[in-house]
């Protein structure tokens, strides 16, 4: 197939609605314009778009030292109307990465993209686990950094320098 692969981080309402749980106000407004724009202008005959949706469990006390969101069955968890029409592939994700018990390896290893772009939310958790796994077997990738975003702005710089210099994933800054 080898086409590129977008990998889109919890563009679920849990970020982008004002009664989501992890909503940051004005940077989230930003980063829903920002993505819609980059999805409306991309061309699905080369490129696949995969969304790694945040799902946690009630009992799951992987989180328990952090603010409970995107727990199943919430509204957290829905992805947003201006999203859905570019999304076609889900991930369920349970964890920091995007390959914890998801079937995302296997869907790579068929596809053989050329090209692995990252964008989305928590630059310091989703984006940088899912980065690091992806280095590890070998795909080369791209972090779109004005289509990423954290609520603390000190993890996110520091997200952004882990995956820059220590993992060699390349920032885009278009």
């Not at 799951?60 to 069955?73: A, K, R, Y």
């Not at 710089?157 to 920032?171: R, S």
């Amino acid at each position: 197939m080898n086409k590129n692969v977008v990998i889109a981080c919890g563009l679920q309402k849990a970020y982008l609605h004002p009664q989501g749980t992890k909503y940051f106000g004005e940077k989230s407004d930003i980063m829903r314009v920002r993505i819609k724009d980059y999805l409306k202008s991309l061309d699905f005959s080369q490129n696949i778009l995969y969304l790694l949706r945040e799902i946690h469990q009630t009992n799951d006390n992987f989180f328990s030292n952090t603010v409970t969101h995107s727990i199943v069955g919430t509204k957290d968890t829905e992805i947003p109307e201006e999203i859905k029409p570019y999304v076609k592939i889900v991930v369920d994700v349970t964890r920091y990465s995007g390959f914890y018990k998801t079937l995302l390896e296997s869907e790579l290893h068929k596809i053989k993209p050329k090209n692995i772009y990252l964008l989305g939310f928590e630059t310091h958790t989703l984006i940088l686990f899912t980065a690091e796994e992806l280095r590890n077997r070998g795909y080369k990738v791209t972090l779109l950094e004005p289509l990423i975003a954290s609520e603390d702005d000190y993890l996110h710089a520091m997200g952004i320098t882990l995956m820059k210099n220590f993992l060699a994933v390349d920032i885009k800054q278009e």
